[in-house]
């Protein structure tokens, strides 16, 4: 803490010390000279008060109008002289009637306080310090004489104080009456106060303002208002709003273009320095490009807001009457006398929070019942009705002859709603609860065993005044029913326990206007619940022609697209890229796109996922019908062939090339054309775990048989004679047998180790969830492959080796064509197969099949068959002898 701070907390702590000294000592020298002259002038009276007599006394300290006056330099004793003059806000007239008519029906209420009734006092603190502090000071002094703490009478006893309606007037008077512990209810935003032994001795008939930001918030967001701006009134509560509201809106993506000051016009000396600050207000915003605005600040900022199209250009275009204006509850629509005909255009579609009410009934025809009188207690009054209908009553010392004479017959439902609003509005409504509040705290405390007993022994009226710092418990623990149906209760806080209404503002071109409540906000509701709008109910500003505003730094992103920061400016200023290939976003303003579940894809425009369709290689579709059709015609060509042979087993051409081995060889390669369809159709367990292995078994028994054949024919032209016995049947079959036994081998232990089975491929094609069989173990695999590969590789070795031996037919050509054309086309497969995707894999597979199987029939086979039925007369032992040699 700085020397300045630590020598003016010094000061009040002095100033207090003396204040107690005073109110201590004094009454006991007044009380022993009674007579006695004070040497002073009396301070300056306060000029609009109103007393209604009562057994016991509501006050009230209420601000309605704001005085100007000259310093004043202690040279002489101050006079009425320094009063510059008053400018009365007639809207807050609205509040003490609401008190007096609370009062009233307190009174007229056997049940509340029976056999007592309340009067009430009611002080004008002029939006100042100075009179805040005397108007106070003078509730603790004898009726007509300024005397701290002295009272000898009990004309005037306040058991309570209500106050307001700015926090700044509350201020003051809570220093004050903290003192007496009297119980004070504050029908305006609550002060800043660090005293916590002050906070316990008043009490809130607003509400927590952490539930009417949290509110506002949710309206923000449900209208997507992301980009505003603040205007806030240059004081401690400014101050403490901006403090809570930056940090809590920033946490849901909204920011701020500007937060500025709203100049206070307290003051006549430094008018035209706050009308150079409010054309500087009016430019920030002008310039901005925010169409939702909060305002926050109380009565005095609403008039300075009124004020802007009196000494600004403001309203001129149709932008500046577009402005989506955003009031707290704090506000209020202030009237004075020369503003009546100020235009109120630019609020058109304002939304205003106001505290939870309800509508008093009766409270109207009470309105139209108050008459000025003559009296001299009814002074309060007629000021009033000749500032609100711009007359002035007969005065010989008022020059009236350019003026309008009050009659006193005026109503005020003529008036138009800028002046003076009929119905109760938000603050008077708090007032007349606060005094119900009181009311019901009094009789509870009366009624207790305690009190009870006490006011027989002293005396009701002295205890009440000696104890009222116990009345505070009793307001904290009330919880009543207003006549309007309204419940009221106060938190561990001193807050009244209630909601909020968001209104709609309409203005007429009378300079009327009107209130409709549109939604609220209910702190005790769930988080979703909290906010309730109704968004057909809402008159937006005319320039959106009824259209929902949007308030955003740039447009919406659109679905398709993210947002991408732009440096240098506010998180809710971007740009919009489009999603990457694959992810997708499905709402406006999204910060990252996603991507689809596994079971669907993006559609062109990316914003929204559509369902994947299963993928196989069917019966229904062209390529599966072509490819089947195929293996079925090249599987009946193989039987026509095996049956021509068979029907011509004994002639020399099928004799001389091994029958067993050629019907062995015929029968694989139709089996192997057959195997293909297997591939073909919808995968299930069974088919899985025959595809590969039945191919693979049946093409190495085909394979095998062309390697015996050829190996046969090799042995038969190089062996010796004496060995030639052992080149026969019997070693066709081993060839045969044992090459297939090692593939059904490596095939048994792929099935019993990691089978295949039917599976879902949803990564490797975009739009299609590819149902295919798994190969489980894509070693074992390629093992298979590869052998049936080694298997053709040595038969054609083995082909090419023999193709000139004197071969009957030349059958070793045929067979090393056969076996080229086999390796070829399996060679190709593998960089095929592994370049292809889906259904496409199955097909590249089944067309090597094919092709592998048709190589082997075409040209191994197809020579015979010519010569067996177009040329028989070749098929001859003499042709065959011919042949050899």
């Excluded at 923000?220 to 240059?234: C, E, K, M, Y």
Aim: charged content about 15%; glycine content about 6%.
């Amino acid at each position: 803490m700085s020397m300045n701070g630590c020598g003016e907390e010094f000061f009040s702590c002095k100033l207090v010390a003396f204040l107690v000294l005073v109110l201590v000592f004094l009454p006991q020298v007044v009380c022993k000279i009674p007579d006695v002259k004070c040497g002073t002038s009396d301070p300056l009276p306060i000029l609009h008060k109103f007393h209604h007599p009562g057994d016991l006394t509501i006050a009230g300290i209420v601000s309605m109008m704001y005085i100007f006056s000259t310093p004043i330099m202690f040279i002489e004793c101050p006079s009425m002289d320094l009063f510059d003059g008053t400018l009365f806000m007639i809207q807050i007239y609205q509040h003490v009637l609401a008190l007096i008519f609370a009062v009233k029906e307190i009174n007229e209420n056997p049940k509340i306080l029976p056999n007592l009734t309340l009067g009430f006092h009611i002080y004008n603190s002029y939006f100042n310090p100075r009179w805040t502090y005397q108007a106070a000071l003078e509730l603790f002094s004898t009726q007509g004489r300024f005397i701290p703490n002295y009272k000898c009478d009990n004309v005037n006893n306040p058991v309570a104080v209500i106050g307001g309606p700015t926090s700044v007037v509350c201020l003051h008077m809570v220093d004050t009456l903290c003192i007496y512990k009297i119980p004070q209810f504050i029908y305006g935003v609550a002060p800043v106060i660090n005293k916590k032994s002050q906070t316990v001795l008043y009490h809130q008939m607003f509400p927590d303002v952490d539930h009417q930001y949290k509110g506002i918030l949710q309206l923000l967001l449900h209208f997507r208002w992301t980009w505003i701006g603040v205007v806030s009134a240059h004081d401690d509560n400014g101050e403490k709003f901006i403090h809570t509201v930056v940090p809590m809106f920033a946490q849901r993506d909204i920011c701020f273009d500007f937060m500025i000051s709203m100049p206070q016009f307290t003051h006549s000396s430094d008018f035209d320095k706050k009308i150079d600050e409010l054309i500087k207000t009016c430019n920030v915003i002008r310039n901005s490009t925010v169409n939702a605005m909060i305002v926050h600040g109380e009565i005095d900022t609403m008039l300075s807001l009124r004020m802007l199209p009196v000494y600004t250009d403001w309203g001129r275009s149709t932008n500046d009457k577009g402005k989506i204006w955003i009031m707290t509850s704090q506000m209020g629509f202030t009237s004075v006398s020369f503003q009546r005909n100020w235009d109120i255009d630019f609020l058109h579609g304002a939304i205003s929070v106001a505290v939870h009410s309800k509508e008093v009934i009766g409270f109207q025809k009470f309105l139209q019942m108050i008459k000025p009188s003559l009296g001299n207690q009814y002074d309060f009054i007629r000021e009033f009705w000749g500032d609100a209908f711009e007359c002035s009553f007969l005065n010989p010392m008022i020059d009236v002859e350019n003026g309008k004479i009050c009659t006193g017959r005026e109503k005020l439902e003529t008036l138009p709603a800028s002046v003076f609003e009929m119905s109760m509005t938000g603050h008077s409504y708090s007032v007349y609860t606060a005094v119900f509040a009181a009311a019901h705290a009094l009789h509870a405390m009366h009624s207790s065993r305690f009190k009870h007993r006490a006011m027989v022994d002293e005396g009701r009226m002295k205890i009440l005044s000696q104890q009222l710092w116990k009345l505070n418990h009793f307001v904290r623990s009330i919880s009543f029913n207003t006549s309007a149906g309204g419940k009221v209760s106060f938190n561990e806080n001193g807050e009244v326990e209630a909601g909020f209404d968001i209104m709609n503002w309409l203005t007429f071109p009378n300079q009327s206007f009107c209130r409709v409540k549109v939604g609220s906000i209910d702190p005790m509701a769930p988080q979703e619940e909290v906010l309730t709008i109704s968004e057909e109910a809402i008159v937006w500003p005319n320039r959106f022609n009824q259209a929902q505003p949007l308030s955003l730094c740039n447009d919406n992103c659109p679905l398709g697209y993210r947002k991408a920061k732009k440096e240098g400016m506010p998180f809710c200023c971007y740009d919009c890229l489009p999603c990457p290939e694959g992810k997708i976003s499905n709402q406006t303003d999204m910060d990252d796109c996603f991507p689809c579940p596994q079971d669907h894809y993006a559609n062109l425009e990316q914003d929204s996922c559509i369902p994947k369709f299963i993928s196989f290689l069917s019966y229904t579709e062209v390529l599966g019908i072509s490819l089947a059709t195929l293996a079925l015609s090249f599987s009946f060509i193989t039987a026509l062939v095996l049956c021509i042979f068979i029907k011509h087993r004994d002639t020399p051409i099928v004799k001389a090339n091994n029958r067993s081995l050629t019907f062995s060889l015929l029968i694989s390669i139709s089996l192997s054309f057959l195997c293909s369809l297997l591939f073909i159709g919808q995968p299930d367990k069974v088919t899985c775990l025959l595809r590969q292995t039945a191919f693979g078994i049946i093409f190495s028994v085909a394979v095998s048989c062309v390697l015996a054949k050829t190996t046969i024919v090799v042995l038969a032209f190089t062996v010796t004679k004496p060995t030639r016995k052992w080149v026969g049947k019997r070693q066709t079959l081993s060839i045969v047998s044992s090459c297939s036994f090692i593939q059904a081998t490596l095939c048994g232990v792929w099935l019993t180790t990691s089978p295949p089975f039917p599976d879902l491929d949803m990564h490797s094609m975009t739009k299609e969830i590819l149902l295919e069989c798994n190969d489980g173990s894509v070693t074992m695999f390629y093992c298979v492959l590869g052998y049936m590969g080694v298997l053709a590789i040595v038969s054609f070795t083995v082909a090419f080796l023999a193709r000139k031996l004197p071969d009957s037919f030349n059958e070793a050509k045929f067979i090393t064509f056969s076996m080229l054309i086999f390796c070829s086309v399996w060679l190709s497969f593998v960089p095929t197969y592994l370049s292809t995707k889906g259904k496409y894999m199955v097909a590249v597979e089944i067309f090597s099949i094919l092709a592998s199987s048709a190589g082997l029939l075409g040209c191994i086979f197809f020579p015979k068959c010519y010569i067996i039925v177009v040329r028989p007369e070749l098929n001859s032992k003499q042709q065959l002898r011919r042949r050899k040699h």
